[in-house]
């Protein structure tokens, strides 16, 4: 048995509704869930490069072997024979450790340089991102006002109809 005019016509109207309710609130979400571009942290420090230059200045702390002339210069050359071999092994240490520092202030340097450009880059994303989120939500807003135009539209055509009859 069909359905009375009256209880199709209440039906369709509580399911348009219902229907309407639903978009605005998952609209409502959306909108409530637009990100903002929050502060990213800072890259670490820069390196802490104060002392890399009296380092480089003072690592060679070994004069080098005594001129053996005279009695005190024979007594530094056997003094220089003892312990020669052992400052020349710090000596090693010292210029390896330089080297060392240097080669690593370059790279954090670097990374230093590679983190703030990764974090300006990464901003200017989000910003996009944002804003692309916004025009979406601003579509999204327009869609309701857009097909009840089109049921003004499909309603005018009943009216005319209904007169025409």
Same mark, same amino acid.
């Given at each position: 048995? %069909?359905?009375?005019?009256?209880?199709?016509?209440?039906?369709?109207?509580?399911?348009?509704?219902?229907?309407?309710?639903?978009?605005?609130?998952?609209?409502?979400?959306?909108?409530?869930?637009?990100?903002?571009?929050?502060?990213?942290?800072?890259?670490?420090?820069?390196?802490?490069?104060?002392?890399?230059?009296?380092?480089?200045?003072?690592?060679?702390?070994?004069?080098? %072997?005594? %001129?053996?002339?005279?009695?005190?210069?024979?007594?530094?050359?056997?003094?220089?024979?003892?312990?020669?071999?052992? /400052?020349?092994?710090?000596?090693?240490?010292?210029? /390896?450790?330089?080297?060392?520092?240097?080669?690593?202030?370059?790279?954090?340097?670097?990374?230093?340089?590679?983190?703030?450009?990764?974090?300006?880059?990464?901003?200017?994303?989000?910003?996009?991102?944002?804003?692309?989120?916004?025009? /979406?939500?601003?579509?999204?807003?327009?869609?309701?006002?857009?097909?009840?135009?089109?049921?003004?539209?499909?309603?005018?055509?009943?009216?005319?109809?209904?007169?025409?009859?």
């Amino acid at each position: 048995m %069909a359905e009375p005019l009256e209880e199709t016509l209440r039906r369709l109207e509580q399911e348009r509704s219902e229907a309407d309710r639903r978009y605005n609130d998952a609209l409502t979400a959306v909108d409530r869930a637009l990100p903002t571009v929050a502060g990213l942290p800072a890259p670490v420090l820069a390196l802490d490069d104060r002392q890399l230059a009296p380092l480089n200045d003072a690592w060679n702390t070994v004069p080098g %072997a005594p %001129a053996a002339r005279g009695v005190k210069g024979r007594l530094a050359a056997v003094v220089w024979r003892v312990v020669g071999r052992y /400052l020349q092994r710090q000596l090693t240490f010292n210029s /390896l450790l330089v080297d060392h520092l240097n080669r690593d202030a370059a790279a954090a340097r670097q990374a230093h340089r590679a983190a703030e450009e990764a974090r300006s880059a990464l901003e200017s994303r989000l910003a996009g991102l944002v804003e692309f989120n916004a025009r /979406l939500i601003g579509c999204l807003q327009q869609i309701t006002p857009y097909v009840d135009t089109k049921d003004r539209s499909a309603a005018s055509g009943a009216i005319v109809l209904n007169r025409a009859l």
